[in-house]
């Protein structure tokens, strides 16, 4: 005989019925108060003494069902573990003193996680945290279909990262990949929405979340800043010579129109290419003067 499998079920918020606080408070003083005033004034009958205590202790038990709610808390009522609501009425309000209450901050919160050492797309190993800005936007998901809600982010936050981590390269991705150092705007919203698809569970959504860290691990971060540096300057060698060009055949063109002087070919690429020595040299140029002719 096999067994069924039991389902998770899912809760949901919903308004409790509680009453206004002050009027309860009033009337329980005023009953926990009259009855040894009545029991003051005749002690002699015994139905005024039944009637001050039992006054007395009708007074008790309304004051104990109060409780106070600041702005952005809500207080679960619960009846033997049955879930009657959620109270999000700020004051102080009331409930029949035999319901239990369990109060919930629904205030914006925000987690920096921990530093990780994960692998990126390429299997470099980085250095990767994040800053998560989340709040609880269902009081009985949060408290009742996970064991603890706070940790729970913790934990789906770390995982959010590592799977975040394995789908861009830290930097120098394909042509038109997306890496995680040169296009963080697009990583924070990937990252937000795969934080939002795990924490749904618990009642949470995240309304923010961005890389706060991020960096090489330090056994190769030397050598990526070589990397990095051999790079640059490859990229500003690219540059000079890109300018070099140009200005060699600025210089050529206003020659030929200016009729400064007639150069063939022979003479026109040694001219280019002293200027690009020149022009694209580390150090500067030694000139020599030729006091001969041109051709000489």
């Known amino acids: 005989m096999t067994q069924t499998p039991t389902t998770h079920s899912r809760s949901a918020e919903r308004p409790a019925r509680t009453a206004n606080g002050i009027l309860m408070l009033l009337l329980g003083l005023l009953l926990l108060a009259g009855g040894p005033l009545g029991i003051a004034q005749d002690p002699e009958n015994g139905l005024v003494i039944l009637g001050g205590v039992v006054a007395g202790v009708v007074g008790l038990l309304l004051l104990c069902g109060l409780y106070s709610l600041q702005p952005n808390e809500g207080m679960a009522i619960l009846l033997f573990g049955d879930y009657r609501g959620t109270d999000r009425k700020t004051g102080l309000r009331w409930v029949l003193?035999?319901?239990?209450?369990?109060?919930?901050?629904?205030?914006?919160?925000?987690?920096?996680?921990?530093k990780l050492k994960v692998n990126d797309k390429r299997g470099n190993p980085i250095?990767?945290?994040a800053n998560v800005v989340w709040r609880v936007e269902d009081s009985a998901q949060a408290l009742f279909d996970v064991d603890d809600y706070a940790a729970?982010?913790?934990i789906q936050v770390d995982t959010g990262l590592r799977d975040l981590a394995s789908h861009y390269a830290y930097d120098h991705g394909e042509e038109h990949e997306l890496t995680l150092r040169a296009d963080a705007e697009e990583v924070a919203a990937r990252l937000r929405e795969e934080l939002a698809g795990r924490v749904k569970v618990a009642g949470v959504v995240v309304d923010e979340a961005r890389l706060a860290h991020l960096a090489y691990a330090p056994e190769i971060a030397s050598a990526m800043l070589k990397r990095q540096q051999a790079e640059a300057v490859l990229a500003a060698r690219r540059l000079i010579v890109k300018g070099a060009v140009g200005m060699v055949e600025t210089a050529l063109l206003d020659l030929g129109e200016r009729e400064v002087v007639e150069l063939d070919e022979d003479r026109k690429a040694a001219m280019v290419s002293n200027l690009l020595v020149v022009l694209c040299a580390d150090r500067e140029a030694q000139p020599v003067v030729n006091t001969g002719t041109l051709y000489g």
């Open 127 to 129: 250095e990767i945290a």
């Open 97 to 114: 003193p035999w319901y239990s209450r369990k109060k919930i901050s629904l205030r914006v919160r925000n987690l920096t996680s921990d």
């Open 152 to 154: 729970f982010v913790n």
